[in-house]
């Protein structure tokens, strides 16, 4: 896993994404396939977007509930990008790279 992906619970979600700035969450759970799958892609789209200033991170929404509830999460994964600290694009499921490298260059623009 990249050291540049993100771990977000309740505890740090205020001063790691509320604050600002350009962000995409992948709720998970660990007992998704799904899931599992689409770890890798995030990881390295966190190593690739770190430089372009784009955080991102994994919530695991049985140790987050508080950000599942508060976010509407029903199903995972579920993706959530975030400018300025508001949701700007979801997409539930598990996406190729190139999908959700769509979806960041479009927050940054």
Known sequence: MSDKLLNIDDTNFETEIASGGLAMLDFYATWCGPCKTLEPVV?????????????????????AEGLAVKYGIQGVPTLLFFKDGEVVNQMTGAHPKPTLEQALDAISS
């Open 43 to 63: 990881s390295q789209l966190a190593d690739e977007y770190a430089d372009k200033g784009i955080k991102i991170g994994k919530v695991d929404i049985e140790q």
